[in-house]
T-cell receptor, first 114, second 114 residues
Framework: DVKVTQSSRYLVKRTGEKVFLECVQD?????MFWYRQDPGLGLRLIYF???????EKGDIPEGYSVSREKKERFSLILESASTNQTSMYLC?????????????FGNGTRLTVT | GNSVTQMEGPVTLSEEAFLTINCTYT??????LFWYVQYPGEGLQLLLK?????DKGSNKGFEATYRKETTSFHLEKGSVQVSDSAVYFC?????????????FGRGTQLTVWP
């Protein structure tokens, strides 16, 4: 089974801190994604990557950046955390084999910014 | 553009009741359609999918039929169980430059009472 592992289940950070959320997948997937999940808004795409060192902006990239130095790892970076970035963050991966390949999700990181 | 609209929750049912969660979509090109489920404290997992018109996806007693004429992919189950309590997300994927990316609905919370 595919495993997508997010390094932390819960994080509490202060406003202005630089925050790193880490995600690792073990199935050699080319595509990786970062979503945030908020009540009533569903999942919104922040960034995604189709290959090492490649990144694409999603729908809400402002205040975030990403890093993909190795195929299995995709990091989300909050350059200067703000309270409106308090949310559940979900990482996902999939193969590059067409549009009907399902996403495999990690269990999420619940981030609180105070 | 690409978007998914699903019925708002929460939905509350008694065990063994019939479930329908409506989902409609707009898409450029020919999308693949998915239902994902999120159990409490977990990430999303694929429930079922359909990749072309008139396909029926099914899993764990849930079904959904890809209706191109009505741009719909409604989720149904004939007899729900307490263990089906979760949040359900309808999603679509298209090819091209957004290969692998999913567009999600806002999610529908289902609670089943014994």
């Amino acid at each position: 089974d595919v495993k997508v592992t997010q390094s932390s289940r819960y994080l509490v950070k202060r406003t202005g801190e630089k925050v790193f959320l880490e995600c690792v997948q073990d199935m050699d997937h080319e595509n990786m994604f970062w979503y945030r999940q908020d009540p009533g808004l569903g999942l919104r795409l922040i960034y995604f990557s189709y290959d090492v060192k490649m990144k694409e902006k999603g729908d809400i990239p402002e205040g975030y950046s990403v890093s993909r130095e190795k195929k299995e790892r995709f990091s989300l970076i909050l350059e200067s955390a703000s309270t409106n970035q308090t949310s559940m963050y979900l990482c996902a991966s999939t193969t590059a084999q067409g549009s009907n390949s399902p996403l495999h999700f990690g269990n999420g990181t619940r981030l609180t910014v105070t | 553009g690409n978007s998914v609209t699903q019925m708002e929750g929460p939905v509350t049912l008694s065990e063994e009741a019939f479930l329908t969660i409506n989902c409609t979509y707009t898409a450029t090109g020919y999308p693949s359609l998915f239902w994902y489920v999120q159990y409490p404290g977990e990430g999303l997992q694929l429930l079922l999918k359909a990749t072309k018109a008139d396909d029926k996806g099914s899993n764990k007693g849930f079904e959904a039929t890809y209706r191109k004429e009505t741009t719909s992919f409604h989720l149904e189950k004939g007899s729900v169980q307490v263990s089906d309590s979760a949040v359900y997300f309808c999603a679509l994927s298209v090819g091209g430059s957004t290969l692998g990316r999913l567009y999600f609905g806002r999610g529908t919370q289902l609670t089943v009472w014994p």
